[in-house]
């Protein structure tokens, strides 16, 4: 069974939802759209208070070549241009539509795969407003044009879903495994590439059965099983258990050959190409160990997060924390009528007693999150030199390839809180 070489973690998967299929969109009477949905420049809004627009119509073009454009998922009337707070209380700019009834999305024609470019693959997932789905939301349109100086060999999709709890993935691959597998064909058209490579961690069997079934069919397409190990996920971690191959510090995977995908924008890229469809929508994971009715829901993006917890049950009593994303790599929310997002996957439900986080004790040098850091880090050391401001330090000492995974946090046996010093200097050392 392959996995990347260096660290990780074992931690329970938790994966309460993987029975679960993905539900009937759930949707609200208004939409908020977050502005920055993507990483680089937020999109420049074209719209004002009072415009009709329509279901899959453009609200916000993007604003540089690292930015994505936002569509609305739903027809009705632009109520304002305001400042809110995100899921994590920083103010963000925001277009709110009122709801108008409901009605098919616009689309674009679609795009036929033996006559098609790829340049005009890449322009249809720009105009489509595709990021990286997996989490890190990077712009899909500049992943495809990787330069003239690199050579592309592979597509790895990455299947491993190995943050605990979540399943939007697997419920994916299992429901959707001929769509994932048509957009990893359009992503290879694009890039120019003849082989792609489909990773999935061993406990989702029923994904890796049903992708392993459609991608038979597919020339230049496999599926690898990997084992199960945090963080597979990771970019970096993905490429070296398929393809046994490290990319170096401060480099990206095109460098080794690879261009990484997330199997629900590979779905997405599929629906754009195929279907002429923006993405509005997404499957997103709503669990925890107390509500009543987890499961995978069809979001459109925009919903507060609080329509998704009432779907799943409502907020049950004793609520500690709600989180975006999974416990590992996802950060607490300060208030749940914040909005969804195209890079949320996950809400997970904690109940207060386990949100508290232990008293950090003086590190015992033990060496535990030197051997789980999956970059070869010195985690404690960097926490330190943090911790006294020494950003210059923590640059030498390679904070840059830090990728937050949290594998040091959660194996260290005095509490100490690693992972949030170093997400302090690696902010701290970009400004040096």
């Known amino acids: 069974m392959k996995t990347f070489r260096k660290g990780g973690i074992h ?14 969109p759930v949707s609200a009477q208004t939409l908020t759209l977050l502005l920055s949905q993507s990483i680089g420049a937020p999109p420049k809004v074209i719209v004002k208070a009072g415009d009709r627009v329509e279901a899959g119509s453009l609200v916000a073009e993007p604003g540089g070549y690292v930015s994505a454009a936002l569509h609305s998922p739903v027809g009705g009337v632009v109520k304002r241009v305001v400042s809110v707070r995100d899921p994590y209380g920083y103010p963000s700019q925001a277009i709110e539509i009122a709801r108008e009834g409901d009605q098919a999305p616009q689309a674009f024609p679609p795009l ?13 997932v720009s105009a489509c407003g595709i990021v990286g789905l997996g989490g890190a939301t990077f712009p899909t349109r500049v992943k495809l044009l990787p330069g003239k100086e690199y050579r592309p060999e592979y597509v790895i999709i990455n299947g491993a879903e190995c943050e605990p709890w979540l399943t939007c993935d697997d419920r994916m691959m299992r429901e959707h495994a001929a769509e994932v597998v048509a957009g990893a064909r359009w992503i290879m058209k694009a890039v120019k590439v003849q082989k792609c490579i489909i990773g999935i961690e061993e406990n989702k069997s029923e994904a890796i059965a049903a992708m392993t079934e459609a991608a038979s069919h597919r020339t230049g397409v496999s599926v690898v099983a990997l084992k199960k190990k945090y963080p597979q996920g990771g970019e970096k971690q993905l490429i070296d258990a398929v393809l046994g191959r490290q990319v170096p510090s401060g480099a990206l995977p095109v460098y080794v050959g690879a261009i ?51 779907a799943a049950g409502g907020l049950p009593e004793g609520t500690g924390k709600v989180i975006a994303g999974g416990p590992m790599m996802g950060r607490a929310m300060s208030n749940i009528d914040t909005p969804t997002t195209k890079g949320m996957s996950g809400i997970l439900v904690l109940p207060e007693s386990e949100s508290r986080r232990r008293e950090p004790q003086p ?38 390839d830090c990728v937050e995974c949290g594998s040091c946090a959660y194996t260290c046996p005095a509490a100490r809180p690693l992972l949030d010093y170093i997400r302090l200097s690696k902010r701290e050392s970009r400004k040096l």
């Open 11 to 24: 931690p329970d998967d938790n994966k309460r939802t993987a029975g679960v299929p993905i539900s009937e």
């Open 363 to 400: 590190c015992i040098r033990c060496g535990r999150c030197v051997e789980v850091c999956p970059m070869g880090l010195e985690p404690y050391l960097l926490a330190a030199q943090g911790e006294m401001g020494l950003w210059e330090a923590t640059l030498n000492a390679g904070v840059g």
């Open 112 to 124: 036929d795969f033996e006559k098609v470019t790829p340049a005009e693959i890449v322009d249809r």
């Open 260 to 310: 990484v995908d997330n199997v629900a924008t590979a779905y997405a890229v599929y629906e754009a190409a195929e279907k002429g469809l923006p993405l509005t929508r997404r499957v997103v994971t709503v669990t925890g160990p107390e509500l009543s009715s987890p499961g995978n829901y069809l979001v459109e993006i925009g919903t507060p997060v609080s329509a998704l917890i009432e």
